[in-house]
């Protein structure tokens, strides 16, 4: 993770907390309807845990983490249980989960480090395991007027980020506009892959 990204974030939990996102609503109700129910599944990049409480009132058994500590105090008072502060590189989860649900947080990683966390997030799925990540679309690394770092894939080269983490048994990319923390609208990429059985 890029450390000025990740120092935004440890200074701007409480603002970020704050800011009640809807629109990925749709996008999390369709997900969910892929799993069994009570699956068990991998938050990373929680904020605030508004995605976390809603899949916990659906029966689901969540991990919720967060990179930044502070973030994962704001997450845990909301929750009113423990959240982990788990930086990407740290996952050594085998085999773990039925799904993992990373909106917007991989979007941070640096481009020459996606394919290695793709691949531990690949193996911390169970046969079959699910996958969504969101992600700014373009063509190359930058930061936003925030100085955030973000890896701006297009959909051809992220395709080839994902095929070089390991196998997936499938693989969709669609593409939608969300208004970001900084007020700018932004076009996403949505990527949901299942891990072959």
């Known amino acids: ?98 799904a993992v649900w990373a909106n917007a947080c991989l979007l941070h990683v640096p481009r020459d480090q996606l394919a290695a966390i793709l691949s531990l997030i690949r193996r911390a799925l169970k046969p079959g395991g699910m996958f969504y990540a969101s992600y700014k679309e373009g063509d190359a690394a930058g930061r936003d007027t925030l100085e955030r770092y973000y890896n701006y894939p297009s959909q051809e080269w992220l395709r080839a980020i994902y095929a070089e983490a390991g196998k997936w048994g499938s693989l969709s990319i669609e593409r939608g506009e969300v208004k970001g923390f900084d007020d700018k609208m932004a076009s996403m990429l949505f990527v949901v892959a299942q891990k072959g059985r």
Do not use: W
């Open 1 to 98: 993770m890029d450390e000025q990204t990740l120092q935004f974030y440890r200074s701007n939990a409480e603002a970020y907390a704050r800011r009640e996102i809807t629109s990925r609503q749709a996008r999390l109700t369709a997900f969910l309807a892929l799993l069994p129910p009570g699956a068990t599944i991998l938050e990373l990049g929680c904020g605030a845990g508004g995605d976390t409480a809603e899949m916990l009132a659906r029966g689901f058994d969540v991990r919720p983490t967060d990179g930044s500590p502070e973030m994962a105090e704001v997450a845990s008072k909301r929750l009113g249980r423990p959240v982990e502060t788990l930086l990407f590189h740290q996952l050594d989860d085998v085999e773990t989960f039925d």
